[in-house]
């Protein structure tokens, strides 16, 4: 019999339930692990390699691509991976392309704006400082705590008030600044420092409320333009205001005189100093405009303006004074300081000066009016002798107008043939002949009649006429003469503007070849007023005159200062013995001295001596027994045109005696 007993069966059945969870569970082992290998080759290798390559791009910048595999999802997520690594890949060499560029247009606008001769900064809406370049910081001399980004524009205008170099006007340049701030447009304003330097700032609001603004430095501009305005204005000779800066000053002081001021204008010309300049050269006339220029400043009140026209021209206002006492004292005043002598590098200088005077608002209130007023007087103040002072008068407007249409007609009149030449006798008292004629010029104005030399050669001479007035006389008298008597000579007047140049002896030439007239029958008058300009120049032409075989005299021979010493530096062929000794012969003690002395010098110097002037027997018979070489005058004949000579020269044939003159005394 066999025997089981129930607990060996019960351990039976738990080891085989055991065993069996034991094969179970392998299997399952067995299973997942079957199922993992084919998991991981399925799908972890596709995750490492997307993985992989997002860590290496991550760590190196540079962009991997994954194996794209079949067509499941892992492939096309692969393909997605990749296009994305391609496109990033793309784009970031994009922006390293940009990146560089703009690393190269920072690196150069850094270059521009610390090279820049500007200073710039930038300030917030709070006035606080965002960014400024070094020439700003170099221009106020600022530390470097006070460019750094956000200190206040307080500080920096504190600072730079305690270094000297702050807005001259500081309350008025914050104001400023505040006022621009609420502008859109660009705005440009000069700021004077306290250090003397101007800026210039150019001021330009953002739209956050801040501003940009560039600091120039324009101290140097300034300077050259404020020069160049000066210059502008003022004379370089004498540093007198000029013709410019005089008007000016007039219009300004004009506003006074129509709030019921008054005011005088004086026009200044200085006598003699042609002579001067002409003589002693430019340097010394030069110096001696500086000196005049010296001497009315010091005639003349601060609130009145001294300029200088030009030339030996000059000009006053003087303003908030009585008229016309004060301007009287004034003009005398000018008169007697600039007369008194000058002593300029050695040379012994004395001059005068003529004043015209218009006062307004008597004379007027518009500055042209005013200054063509004064020029009037001052026309009139050189004729009446010079050296003296005139106010404006009404009439000298209509004698000013009635000189500008003469001058119209003077410059027409030589082109219109309207100019004739007279001819006066001189009588050789010893040969009791007609030894001369003198050419006188006559105008046959077409409305005014005949014109005396008087009436129009001053005129002449000032608008340079003179010269082709005077070279067509020289021609139209030899042609005359060379119809006269062998042994009659021809004078002919010179004017002291036909010795510029060596234009005269030119014209005399051209006259003597043209007319066939010998030279030694011309004579050439002059007056000490020709050897009174430019000497040296003068006497040159003089001499070459006397080569031609010209005679030379001098006219008015003892009216001026000098005319014995004229007689040292050249030798003269005629010394005319001025009118004025001539009215008072037979009687007048002091004139019958200056004829015998004249005389007995011309006898001693082999020189003619004529009388001019001579009108009465009796004045004839001094002059023969003083020693008279010649005589003119309306004893004889007045001045005749050519064809009336007949009867003149026929009596240079006929026989001496009183008899003889009578008929061609002036009637």
Known sequence: MVRFTTDEVDEERRARREFTLLVMAFGFVLATATTAFGFRRAVGRPLGSLLSAIRQTSATGRYYLVPEGGRDEFGVVAKAFNAMQRQLQEKSEHLSVALGQLQTQNERFNAALANMPHGLCMFDLHKRLVVCNARYTEMYGLPEHLTCPSTPLLDILQFRGEAGNAPVHLDTYTNQHEELA????TTAFNCKLEDGRTIRISHRPMSDGGYVAAHEDITEIVRVEAQISYMAHHDTLTDLPNRLLFRKKLEGALMQVRRNAQLGVLYLDLDQFKAVNDTLGHPIGDALLQAVAERLRGCVRDTDTVARFGGDEFAIVQVGTEQPYHTTELAQRIIERLSAP???NGHHVVIGVSVGIALAPNDGIDPDH???????????AKADGRGTFRYFEPDMDAKMQARRVLELDLRKALLNGEFEVYYQPLINIAE???SCFEALLRWNHPLRGQLLPDDFISLAEEIGLISQIGAWVLRQAAMDAAEWLDDIRLAVNLSSAQFKGLGLVQDVVVALEASGLPASRLELEITETVMLHDTGNTLAILHKLRELGVRISMDDFGTGYSSLSYLRK???DK??????????LPGGGDAVAIIKAISGLGASLGMTTTAEGVENWAQLD???????TEVQGYLFSPARPASQLADLLSYALGSKGRGH???YRAV
């Open 182 to 185: 609420r502008r859109a447009d």
């Open 342 to 344: 000058y002593d300029l």
């Open 370 to 380: 005013l200054l063509k007023a004064a020029d009037m007087a001052l026309y009139r």
């Open 432 to 434: 009791d002949r007609v």
């Open 570 to 572: 050249f030798p003269f």
């Open 575 to 584: 010394i005319k013995i001025d009118r004025s000794f001539i009215g008072d």
């Open 622 to 628: 001094k002059l023969r027994l003083e020693g008279c």
């Open 661 to 663: 003159m009578g008929p």
